[in-house]
């Protein structure tokens, strides 16, 4: 069972910063692209960046400059959220696409959620 832990959300001023962590853990092959999506208050779920075990990165339009995503190992991937506003409130997931032995297949996994709340 792979399993994804999220921690780091809370609330911060506009302006403020933030960082997410998200740990796989669990028996498989490889972790390869992880993201962070969000979905707010009456919103969809939207991808907010994401990076490939390459580390090739890719962000949404709104935070571009603003949030930066990394790995520091092939299992955590981290989210540093800087310059915060209102609208960036919301709950932030983490995603996982794990290669699970022994058929070698992909799947994609899901974290648990974290809130982020920025006050004006």
């Known amino acids: 069972q792979v399993q994804l832990v999220e921690s780091g959300g809370g609330l911060v001023q506009a302006g403020g910063s933030l960082r997410l962590s998200c740990a796989a853990s669990?028996?498989?092959?490889?972790?390869?692209?992880m993201a962070w999506y969000r979905q707010g208050p009456g919103n969809q779920r939207e991808l907010v960046g994401s990076?490939?075990?390459?580390?090739?990165t890719n962000y949404a339009d709104s935070v571009k400059g603003r949030f930066t995503i990394s790995r520091d190992n092939a299992k955590t991937v981290y989210l540093q959220m800087n310059s915060l506003k209102s609208e960036d409130t919301a709950v932030y997931y983490c995603?996982?696409?794990?290669?699970?032995?022994?058929?070698?297949?992909?799947?994609?996994?899901w974290g648990q959620g974290t809130q982020v709340t920025v006050s004006s």
């Open positions: 995603y996982a696409e794990v290669t699970l032995p022994p058929s070698g297949l992909q799947y994609q996994y």
């Open positions: 669990g028996s498989f092959l490889s972790v390869n692209r």
């Open positions: 990076m490939t075990v390459g580390g090739s």
